[in-house]
T-cell receptor
Framework: NAGVTQTPKFRVLKTGQSMTLLCAQD?????MYWYRQDPGMGLRLIHY???????AKGEVPDGYNVSRLKKQNFLLGLESAAPSQTSVYFC?????????????FGPGTRLTVT | GEDVEQSLFLSVREGDSSVINCTYT??????LYWYKQEPGAGLQLLTY?????DMKQDQRLTVLLNKKDKHLSLRIADTQTGDSAIYFC??????????FGAGTRLFVKA
């Protein structure tokens, strides 16, 4: 099993450009999450999904959109990138929701917006 | 509101014990976690403790929970250079939501 993979690993964007980050998991997990990690701060939840075809807003959803057309994939889109979106983005998945279900994390995507 | 706080840096010598501390705010959290992040990698669950426990030991790791003070600590015995990483404290106040601290960067000097 590859676990949770993310594409790309690094990206530099100019302000106003768009891009999509891809997350894939091969563990048949129902729940998937997108977080951002900024220096001196904990991970913050951007959007999440409780199953194929569903998405919901997390703590910091503005400026991002997501889609979960297939159970194994969770896409994070930036329609018009801003310097404030410079961050490391982590995708995670869990078998179910609930505190007893471990979240498995991908290796992250480092995004710089100039 | 919900918040998890931890110191940002800790430096220890190889062979010594490391103690990483954390405070949290939500007394209803049923699970408290420690995650480890190695360079260039995602977070990996290291250990967790139920809120009705005071202590949990797992090989070199000891987790202590003081519910009255909302204080969580992670002790790593016989710290090795391979333990150098960022350690995140996290709480789960309910449902699937997880609140993460900013992480403590552990430096282990040979």
């Amino acid at each position: 099993n590859a676990g949770v993979t993310q594409t790309p690993k690094f990206r530099v964007l100019k302000t106003g450009q768009s891009m999509t980050l891809l997350c894939a998991q091969d563990m048949n997990h129902e729940y998937m999450y997108w977080y951002r990690q900024d220096p001196g701060m904990g991970l913050r939840l951007i959007h999440y999904s409780v199953g194929e075809g569903t998405t919901a807003k997390g703590e910091v959803p503005d400026g991002y959109n997501v889609s979960r057309l297939k159970k194994q994939n969770f896409l994070l889109g930036l329609e018009s990138a801003a310097p404030s979106q410079t961050s490391v983005y982590f995708c995670a998945s869990s078998l179910r929701g609930g505190a007893s279900y471990e979240q498995y994390f991908g290796p992250g995507t480092r995004l710089t917006v100039t | 509101g919900e918040d998890v706080e931890q110191s940002l840096f800790l430096s220890v010598r190889e062979g010594d014990s490391s103690v990483i501390n954390c405070t949290y705010t939500d007394s209803s959290s049923t699970y408290l976690y420690w995650y480890k992040q190695e360079p260039g990698a995602g977070l990996q669950l290291l250990t967790y403790i139920f809120s009705n426990m005071d202590m949990k030991q797992d090989q070199r790791l000891t987790v202590l929970l003081n519910k009255k003070d909302k204080h969580l600590s992670l002790r790593i015995a016989d710290t090795q250079t391979g333990d150098s990483a960022i350690y995140f404290c996290a709480e789960s106040p309910g449902g699937f939501k997880t609140i993460f601290g900013a992480g403590t960067r552990l430096f282990v000097k040979a």
